[in-house]
């Protein structure tokens, strides 16, 4: 069933040292949606979210490679 198998991929992103989250992106310039399960280390920030917490990030010409990042209750 899905919830042994979500439970799967839980524990084996923990054996990695590893958590999954679910994310969603949108790239404006090439009109791309993406949203889904993803896993990322736990030094990530957004590993680190609990609960309703959300974290959006803006990656734009001024800002380059060091985005703009808002993170609070969602």
């Not at 679910?22 to 090439?30: E, L, R």
């Not at 990656?59 to 609070?72: A, F, H, K, Q, W």
Request: charged content about 30%; glycine content about 10%.
């Amino acid at each position: 069933n899905f919830d042994n198998e979500m439970e799967e991929v839980k524990v084996d992103a923990q054996k990695q040292g590893k958590v999954i989250r679910f994310v969603g992106s949108i790239d404006v310039a090439k009109k791309e949606l993406k949203v889904g399960l993803e896993t990322f280390d736990k030094s990530h920030p957004i590993a680190g979210l609990k609960g309703s917490d959300n974290i959006v990030s803006f990656y734009t010409e001024r800002y380059g490679s060091n985005p703009l990042v808002i993170r609070g209750a969602g």
